[in-house]
Each structure stands twice: as C-alpha cells, then as structure tokens.
C-alpha cells in the first residue's frame, strides 16, 4: 500500500500535548512515588468499609506495627491525650520489660535493603520513664543488617507537650528484600513516640522514590494532572482531598482513608476489600505535587473538588446557596495564590516557608472530576460560579470542564451542550474532560473518534486505557494488543490536535499485589518496577510530537486493511516524524511518498513490538515487549512486523 504526505499544515500541535495523569490508587503515592518506606507512621490508620452511601471507618492504630522480638514480654499500646499535634492525636505507648523490647513495622511487603544505602530514620518520643537509648535496625531471618542507635538525650527541638524529635541514619551492609524494621529501648523502661519515618538517602529531592521518579521524567510529559481522580471527590465529603490539609509539617498532616479502599466492596466480601486499610498521609501532598511538576518539567494541573462527592457512591454535596459552597470557591482562589502568589500573600508565604519561594507558574485547573449535571447535583451552575470567582481573580487561567465518566451517554452530550452555548464567552473553558477505559477493539473503530468534533470548545482526553481485561491485581491485563489500539487511537488525536489540546493515559502506577484497577502505565513492587507496553506506547509519543500535523494520503485506505497513521513536522529539528501501527498478525509492506520537493534522507525508527497479542512486561522480563532503534539510508518501502508501532524520524 501507498501512503503520500502531503506539506499541507492541517492543525499546530500544542507543546506539551502528552502529559501525565496522577492519582493515589493501587497504592501509587503511599507505598509507591513517595519515598516512605513505613506504614501508619503516625499511629493514625484506620479500616474501611460498607458500600455505596453507606461508608463507615474504624479507628485501627495498631496496624502494620507489633512487639518485637517474639515472645517480648512488654506492650504497647495507641492511645491520646497529650498529643504531638492535634491533627494526629493519637501516639504509640510502648513499655519494654527488658533490654532490646521495642516494636516492628510490616513494611508493605518488608523492607528492600540496597547495599550500602543509607536510610534516614525520623521519629519523635516523649520518654516517660527511660533514660537510655533508641535502637533502630533492619533484621531478616535472625542477622541485623542496618543498625543504629541514638541516646534518648540527643533529641533535637522539643514541642510544649514534651514530644522531642530525633533522627538517625542506617546504612545496609547488604541488598536484602522483606527485611523487618525494629524500633527498640536499650533498657527497661515507657517511651511515647510518634511520627515514625524511614526514607532511603536516594529519594529524589527527599521525597520521591528514584526508580519511579526516573520512569516520569524519562517521559518528558507536558503536564500532571493531579491528585486525582476520584480521590479528589471521595466517596463522601468528610474523606475528600483538602490540599491546605497537606501543607503543614508532615507529623501535622492529617491522615485520611484512601477512597479505594472500599473499591469492590460488596455483599460476598462482606463490603470489606483486601485494602480495608489503604490511607492516606498526605505526605505526597500539593507542595510536592508543584515540586514534582518542576523536577519533571511538567506543567501542573490541579483538579478542584466543587462540593459533590463521588457521584458513583454518594448523594453528598453542599448547596450552591451555602456558605459552604463559598468555602470551595474560595479553596480554588487560595490554591492559585498558593502556587503563583508573593512571599506578601497569605498562601504565598506559606509556599515559600516550606522551601519554594519563586511561584510555581500555575497556568492551568480541572474545575470537578467526572462531575455531570443532574437536577440535584446542578454541575453547571458548580462550574460557572467557579469560572466567575477564578476568572475575577485570575483571568489567565485556563479552565478544564468535565464532561463526565464517558463519552457515550446523554450525560456526556448535555455536558457538551452546556460548553458550546458558552462558546461565546471568552475564556469559560480551555478544553472539556473526557474519559474512556474500553476494550481495545472500540479504540481501533474510533480512531475517527475526533474528526467531526467542533473546533469551538477543546478536549483533554484525560483518562483513557485500552482494557483487554480488568479486575483487582492484573498485569497481565497490559497486553501489547491493548498498547497497539492506543497507539492507533491515538494517531486520531494526533490528527485532531486542533480539538484535542491534552492527552493522558490512566491510571499511572500500580504496585504488585496491592492494586485495586487493571492495567495501569507502571507497575512495581518493593525492589524494583518496569514498564507496561503502554508506557512505551506514550513515551514514544511524548518524545516524538512535532509542531504541526501534515495531511496524508491513503491512510483511510490503510485502515481497512489494519494500519492506523499520522504524519507531523517537527520545525526544530525539520523532520517529519511517521507515527505507524500494523495491528495486524502479518508482517505489511508500505511505500511512503513525500510530496514534491521534499526528498526523505536518513531515516531513524523506533519500533516497539512484541511475541503475540497477550505478550507483557514484567519485573522478571522488562523487556518482553520493547523499542528497538535503528536507522536506514532512505526513505521509500517499510516492512512493518506483525503487532508493531513504528515511529519514523526522516531528515
């Protein structure tokens, strides 16, 4: 088949067009992107459950912490009254009968020692009745293999409830994986502690873990949409995302249960999941949101909770007449002035006293997270009095609408109506959002999906995911099958950049036995992670957008016979980058045709194919399903393998 580009510019690309979406679901930030190596470190965990409108939790401080060693003859106990912060009110209470009692942490799975990698141990104590010293180590089957000990004289500064801070450094004298954490008194005695914290020395800027944190920025997306997601709404008000709750001191930060860990919950599980204890510390709070946005070079955007809780699971909302209401409202102005304010605004200040005194540059806010208009929940009345509001008090932001949990039901098309009658207004929107997590057939049939969409309103297409399968604790749900039908459906948006302004693919991370939704871009465990098929497929396109989309020739032809295309120019580097998938089991032949005066020189490929539709990645093979590179003199006939995505670069 032939297939002739053409230098006509049908549409300008924006910079920045691939970007990232974030949410912590599968255990992505706790447990994931933070660097955190403890669980319930402020004794503040509680369990979940019951089902849609019908939630409930129960206080559960002792989880993932017990006496150590076996057979210990002390206790410990969770308990409040005098506490280290009135955010986090309760602390551990451990008493040690004798010498070298103390307590272990789970540890997720245990903890994964790197040789000769330092850990940075935080915690803060109130002695009671001691006077000796804190031992902290790492133990597995019976050997000590990181130790430190810190004389309970050697605290630094002390709160007015007599909690005093301390720190210490552990340095692994071997790699070990599911090792034990201990925290133990050298002597008999009662000691209060709370706040228990263990970071590797790697951690990207002290907060990030580095193997995921390399996996972002090696995509260099264009922007992070975040925290989530249905986090953001929670499945009531009282367990929504508050940002101002996560910009204290991370012992002040208030814990709270993670909306996912009542995903799946029904009648034969008795409205309880395996993650009934899945929380939130709030440690990746939006102070390191901005910061991660900055060290990846990623553009933020916040998504703002308009006082609806999930719509799947609640009827929770305030009334838009409620001074409530307004306390959102003003939560989204706060937030702006947070980011992009002065050391002499109120937010700004704050900013600034936690270690980021320029702003952070702003430019962008999702206004609800798959919000759609009913009589009750009246989403469009939500979105207009935020517009006004932000719009008074910063008039170049631009707005992200929702347009629900899809993109088939007349919930969808009303949302689109309410946009295009505000056409008119300048600036009421920037682009609308769009979901979609469909079998990757419906991808590959909707690859036109945008060609008839009015130009008058944008689109970000901000969760979407080919789902071969789907279900709790899945990678192999990942297939190459799905990578390749977003490949092609993404050829569409590429040729629709004049509508489709943003694009991100969901859900971001996903850990190892702890994942609630299949598949996800990156998966990982304790020791290490890899990428799915998806993520090459983005960081194939993240890496290879160009400035403006030229038009072609037979590609509705290619089509039909199973080979989905588009064509850019990149004026930077005056190439023309062919992005090509052959979703087909048989290797295709295809002469390309620059249009008259362009000759095609040296042509680069990246090819990302794999050994048959159900092929995966893995933490035993990261590389089942690859990109090769390679070149070739010039241009002319491309043998595509079967089940290929091939992204040409030609001089």
Known sequence: MKIRIGAEER???????????????NYGADGGLYAELLENRSFEF?????????????????????????????????????????ENPHYMRLTAKNPGEGVQNKAYDGLYLKKDMEYRLTFWARCVDFEGGFVAAAVKDGRVLA?????????????????????????AEEQAEGAVFTLCLSEPGTVEFDYISLFPADAVAGIFRKDLFDMLKDLRPGFLRFPGGCVVEGNTLANRYRFKDSLKPLWARRNNWNRWAVHGNCEENGFESPYSHYNQTLGLGYYEYFLLCELIGARPLPVLN????????????????????????QDALDLIEFANGGEDTRWGAVRARMGHREPFGLTMLGVGNEQWQTSESNFFERYERFERAIHAYAPDIRLIGSAGPDVTSERYRTAWDFYHAHEAQENFVYAVDEHYYVKPQWLYEHVDFYD???????VFSGEY??????????????????????????????RNADVVVLASYAPLFARLGYTQ???DMIWFDGAGCYG?????????????????????????????EGIYCSASLSKRDDEIIVKIVNSGEEEKRVELELWEGRRGGNVRFFLLTGPGREAVNSLANPENVAVREGSFASLGEILLPPLSFAVLRID
Not at 12 to 18: A, L
Not at 148 to 153: F, K, L, N
Not at 470 to 492: C, D, I, K, W
């Open 11 to 25: 549409a300008q690309i924006r910079e920045g067009m691939i970007g990232l979406f974030f949410e912590d679901i």
């Open 46 to 86: 509680c369990r979940a459950g019951g089902g849609a409108r019908d939630y409930w939790t129960e206080y559960d401080g002792g989880y993932a912490w017990s006496l150590w060693p076996q057979g210990a003859r002390g206790s410990v106990r969770f308990v409040t009254g005098s506490p280290h912060t009135e």
């Open 147 to 171: 130790r430190t000990e810190i004389p309970a004289s050697r605290g630094r500064e002390e709160t007015d409830s007599h909690f005093r801070r301390y720190d210490g450094v552990l340095r």
């Open 306 to 329: 308009v006082g609806l809780a999930c719509q799947y699971q609640s009827h929770e909302m305030v009334g838009t007449d409620s001074p409530a209401f307004e306390e959102y409202v």
């Open 452 to 458: 008839d969409y009015s130009r008058g309103v944008k």
């Open 465 to 494: 995911a080919a789902h071969p399968a789907s279900g709790f604790n899945m990678p192999q749900a990942n297939t190459l099958e799905g990578a390749l039908a977003e490949a092609a459906f993404l050829t569409g948006v590429e």
């Open 517 to 519: 939704w299949s598949p």
């Open 532 to 560: 799915s098929p998806s993520y090459y497929v983005q960081k194939l396109y993240s890496l290879n957008m160009g400035d403006a989309v030229l038009s072609m020739e037979g590609a509705g032809e290619a089509r039909g």
